[in-house]
């Protein structure tokens, strides 16, 4: 699916959504880590951030609600994988808002 289609699709919510979780410093850390990795381990994420694993999951809740990330269950372990279609899609519908401001 090409950016322009994908940036079509994406909806005014979805768009609030990727927006509010953005937002969060430790969640933004966290996609950043995930990112670096073609799929990143629950596990690991809980040994690189000094906080709770209720604090990772709900993180990495809201990142999935917001459609930034997707989860896959391997037995007891859960891996994450970032949706890059997802940010590009937000990127230019983020530039489409801006240039309608400036214009």
């Not at 995930?34 to 990495?60: A, D, N, W």
């Not at 896959?72 to 994450?80: I, M, T």
């Not at 590009?88 to 530039?95: D, F, G, N, Q, V």
Request: glycine content about 4%; proline content about 2%; some cysteine.
């Amino acid at each position: 699916m090409s950016t322009e289609s994908t940036a079509a699709a994406f909806s005014a919510k979805q768009f609030d959504l990727v927006a509010k979780a953005l937002a969060d410093p430790r969640r933004m850390a966290l996609l950043e880590s995930i990112g670096s990795e073609r799929e990143y381990s629950c596990q690991k994420l809980c040994e690189q951030f000094p906080v709770s694993k209720g604090t990772i999951s709900h993180h990495m809740k809201e990142l999935v609600r917001a459609g930034l990330i997707t989860a896959r269950r391997e037995g007891q372990y859960r891996f994450y994988e970032v949706r890059r279609e997802v940010l590009a899609a937000y990127t230019a519908e983020l530039m489409r808002r801006v240039a309608r401001l400036s214009a």
